[in-house]
Each structure stands twice: as C-alpha cells, then as structure tokens.
C-alpha cells in the first residue's frame, strides 16, 4: 500500500521551513507603512518585518568588551576642555554640571 501525503499538508508543514508563527498586532498608521512598503518592494509584509526586526536587533546588540574598550581609546585625547585639572577635579566638575542642571529645571 502506497501513502500519499496531500500537497496540502506538504506545503504547510514545509513552507516556513525554520520559521516559526507569531501573531503580532500593529497601529493602523503602522499596517498601512508595511503593506505600502510591502507592495512597493514587491515581497511579504512578513519578510519586511523580519527585516526591521534583524536590522533593529543588529543596532542595539552590545560591541565585544574588546571593540568597545578600543573605541573608548580612540577619542582619549582628542577634545580639550582648557581645563587643566580635570583628571583631578571631576568629581567636582561634575557636581557643578548637576548642580546648574538642577537649578535650571526650578
């Protein structure tokens, strides 16, 4: 006896392959952009969303220690304040900086 899986169900259960459903709700303004932009780029409002989504996570995902340690490096040195005490004083620069900003805000 020979078994047929209808197309169907093939389709379904192998479409997404690696994917995984998640219901996600949106604005209305929110809706319109995707769809708009969705039929503007003539692909899946789904794979516009994936898009945002790896791009997003990429901006906000932490540097390595190393790479943000060797950032921090490369701007020592490079602004002046023509203060000459700084490394000495910061505590109190920048308690005056919190004061004023304080003080601002009454």
Avoid at 30 to 36: A, D, F, G, P, Y
Avoid at 38 to 65: H, Q, Y
């Amino acid at each position: 006896m020979e078994w047929k899986v209808p197309e169907r169900t093939l389709r379904r259960e192998y479409h997404h392959d690696g994917m995984e459903r998640k219901q996600i709700q949106f604005t209305r303004q929110q809706l319109t952009s995707l769809r708009r932009e969705a039929k503007r780029r003539r692909t899946s409002e789904s794979a516009i969303v994936r898009e945002a989504l790896d791009a997003w996570i990429g901006a906000n995902r932490a540097a390595p220690r190393s790479e943000r340690f060797a950032r921090a490096l490369s701007v020592v040195g490079k602004f002046k304040s023509g203060k000459h005490d700084i490394s000495r004083e910061h505590d109190r620069e920048l308690a005056d900086v919190i004061y004023e900003h304080v003080r601002g805000k009454e």
